[in-house]
């Protein structure tokens, strides 16, 4: 269904970047007219003194697929053809940007203001575009856009089911994911029905939203577990959510005034500690939201584009994988500072999401890849390049200087994992043919799929610094799962007589090498010596809590949160076993890497324990709610317990 329509975003790229190409190019299907082409037609027409040509289906599906308005608007404007029509000049581009927008001719000081943001976006045409745009929108009448807002996200929904079940169906992770997102259709079209009456309480429609946004929530969970395995679901998830959030605004508008964006006066590289506004971390907080939304929208963007040629081509695929860990690291970034993690630890993890994204850009940028690409890549780099001015270098302090070097071992293990990734997909693709005429290989192809999974579990430990213990541990279960493939595949292919048959040797060829790396890096004897007795005690103190957690949820079976707080408590076991083997075995670096890793599973654990709380108060029993505000209570003290672990640990 979805490897269809690569070449039309292809075709896109192309005529965005040459209008000249368009015409060696036979005209493509023409969707007919309906009100997205006719909004096209019109912004071709205004931005670019030109009819649209077979670029419209492409721009069609985005808007269809749950691309923003105001993002193809933004596209438009921020183009190679509308910049070199305009003199290539930064001023001249911003002036007739506010023209095309207003329709009025800017006053000397908004030029002045929008040139000098251009300069603090480092010349991020796209993010100026859409700040110009967002800034001059003039709000929908609340029922059209509810009506709008509501439709998209019931078409998204629908497309995310479709997608899991081509990415990942017949897995484990697969299966959940459909499940969590059937769920999320459901409550997509209660919500419709509710707003599709003439006169609806938007009360109604805040309580079906929020069922809507609690299926969401556990869909991005269970894709993020292992983050990777399906790009192009996650993506789409990903929009969804931000689809939540328009509806959220439409059903229940914000009483505010002017929406013209306000720009900060001081320093956009504030060194020298402090209150700055939004916050007393030491750090802006709106500047910093609104630098990682720059640069989530850039992400968004860059995997719709990919996720139509992901099936033509293997380097994309893997780019996409990259693309979505990177875009859960983005988010569990945007949930630190939420919570006013400090200004060090901020640091520190952008850091390591830049050397993250500058892996990824070697990948992406390789060769000639489309204008589209480059395009929404800038406004990634240009976030990232913001963030790290607003919030100054990585103290040089301790061991601080070599944070997110990562070691031989990771480099090498991220390569072969690939590797037997692309394996994994050149196998599935050779048995297809066979699925109809032989009975077994459906289960071998879901075997192969298991495998392809914990592949990616791994490979997600080696992103993140995982001890080589813990990559040993996940090694052994994926080496069970290969030797059950291996061993069903030899059986068809004997049984069958099969002539050149597709191979999974090789697959096993590269988990040798990969076990041989882990044994080295186990066998090395460069091990630091252990923590300090203070973090052995915190961990003990955190390990009764979880145990204490996990028993009181006995009373609570029933209830859908008893599920995900089971499961962050186990994560945090998993976690409190790694801290305890990393603190003899590596770096102190890797060691607090987990104890970062360990707040993100904290603010989920609590969310869910504040949202049981309000559930059993609302419905459960005297003695319910007692545990209930028991476990909220638990669930507190174990997220200070975590934070002076990872203070120890500094």
Known sequence: MRWIAWPVAFLLAITLAA????????TAAVPQRSAEADQIRGWYRDYLGREVGPELSAWVSMLQG?????????????????????????????????QSVNWAEPSLTELRRWTDRLNQLRGDRFALAREIVLANTQPQAPANQVGEVVTRLSNAARLAVDTIDFEIGGTSQGQQANLRAQALLSACGQLQQVVALRSYRPDEALRALDSADRSYQSLQQTLSNPPGSAPSASGIVRRIGTMLGDARAAIRPPVVGPTYPSYPTYPSTPNVPGPLPGGNYGYDTQQLTAQIDAISRGIES???????????????????RDLDTFASRV????????????????????ESLRE???RIRTQLLVGRPPYLTRFYWQSVDSGLDQLRDTLGPVSSTGSGSTVLRPAPLYNNLAT???????QLDTFLTGTTPLVAGIPDVPRVQRDARTLRNRIMTL???????????????????????YQ??????????????????????PVGETLNRVEQLINESLNSGDLPASGPTRVGQLLAALNNDVTSGRRSLVGFTGYREQQSLDLYLSQLNDYLSSINDAQTRVTPVDTRRLAVAMQSVVGKLQADADTLNQRVAAAGSRQQQQQAASLGQLAAGIGRIVDEIEAALY
Do not use: C, H
């Open 459 to 481: 490979r997600q430990q080696a992103d993140v610094g995982e001890p080589a213990a813990g990559l040993k541990q996940t090694l052994q279960l994926m080496i069970g799962d």
């Open 66 to 98: 749950g691309m923003s308005a105001i993002d193809v608007q933004a596209t438009i404007l921020g183009s190679d053809e509308f910049y070199v029509t305009k003199g290539r000049d930064p001023q001249t581009f911003v002036r007739e940007t506010l």
């Open 416 to 422: 072969l994992l690939d590797q037997s990734v692309g």
């Open 331 to 350: 988010d569990a970034f945007e949930q630190a500072l939420a919570r006013g993690t400090s200004r060090e630890r901020l640091s520190w993890e952008l």
């Open 302 to 320: 860059l995997t719709q584009l990919l996720s139509s040629q992901a099936y033509q081509n293997y380097s994309y695929s893997v780019v996409l």
């Open 19 to 26: 209008p000249a190409a368009a015409q060696l190019i036979a």
């Open 484 to 505: 059950a493939a291996y061993d069903r595949w030899n059986r068809v292919v004997t049984q069958y007589s099969l002539i050149n048959p597709a191979r999974l040797s």
């Open 356 to 358: 993250q994204a500058g």
